[in-house]
């Protein structure tokens, strides 16, 4: 896949910039580079925009080693108007001024925000990642969801630069791979749950990559690791506690 880099400026041209209000924001530790809010309201979310873009955000920036630090934050948000024009989203850079954009819908429009927020080229091995991720995400069966995600991961692991390693990218692709393992006929138990695991070193806050973990646990008959990987995700986000419980009491019952 070849995706030139000019091209992006080309269609971010395109895309208006509305600035608003200044706002004074308190960050925890390091201040970061800019504060990415993606609206979540349901006609930016039947374009292509909420969670799909949040994810896509997140998958452009990398992970953190000795020479990056990406210092951005991906937040959601309610409805920043100009629905019609939407996915819309909203930069507040290190000035703490706040920009709104448009039409930002798939991922060379929010890797353009991200150049043009932060001043930053990041590298296009993770648009191009973020581009068979998205494309994965509308294959139309378990094997060439898989094909297009190791695509996704091979990309991510050219060179081995460490930021792209650690990456939520190549997170993000090793969950959805291990999914797609787990759908095909006969399903790949080995495969998804090696996938998992490595998702789950990657990210270890990411509760999704240890519910895929319990997933494909389950599927190799191992329950009591699926269990402890149940455990670990409501550990990671509390407010699946309760779920959790619920999940370990049926696993206990296959025992």
């Not at 395109?14 to 349901?42: D, E, M, Q, R, W």
């Not at 429009?109 to 581009?131: F, K, M, Q």
């Not at 999704?208 to 494909?216: D, G, I, P, Q």
Request: aromatic residues 4%; charged residues 25%; glycine residues 8%.
């Amino acid at each position: 896949m070849t995706i030139n880099r000019r091209s992006l400026f080309t269609i971010f041209a395109a895309i208006p910039v509305f600035s608003t209000l200044t706002l004074t924001s308190s960050f925890s530790g390091k201040k970061p580079k800019c504060v990415v809010k993606i609206c979540h309201n349901k006609d930016c979310t039947k374009k292509g925009g909420g969670e799909t873009l949040l994810n896509t955000f997140r998958d452009l920036i990398p992970g953190e080693s000795n020479s990056v630090d990406p210092g951005i934050t991906i937040e959601r948000s309610g409805c920043l108007s100009q629905c019609g024009k939407g996915p819309n989203v909203v930069v507040i850079g290190d000035d703490n001024e706040e920009k709104l954009y448009f039409g930002v819908e798939d991922p060379t429009t929010a890797s353009a925000v991200l150049d043009v927020a932060t001043g930053e080229e990041y590298p296009i091995n993770l648009l191009v990642a973020a581009t068979y991720i998205v494309q994965a995400e509308h294959a139309t069966s378990p094997s060439k969801k898989e094909s297009t995600l190791t695509s996704a991961i091979e990309t991510l692991s050219e060179g081995g630069d460490h930021a792209l390693l650690n990456s939520f990218a190549r997170a993000h692709a090793l969950v959805l791979r291990s999914d797609a393992r787990l759908d095909e006929a006969p399903p790949d138990v080995d495969g998804a749950v090696a996938d998992a695991i490595l998702a789950c070193q990657i990210s270890p806050t990411e509760r999704r990559a240890w519910r895929v973990l319990a997933s494909a646990h389950e599927a190799g008959g191992n329950l009591r690791d699926a269990m402890e990987a149940i455990q670990e995700s409501a550990r990671v986000d509390p407010s699946f506690s309760t779920k959790a419980k619920l999940e370990r009491s049926r696993l206990a019952g296959l025992l």
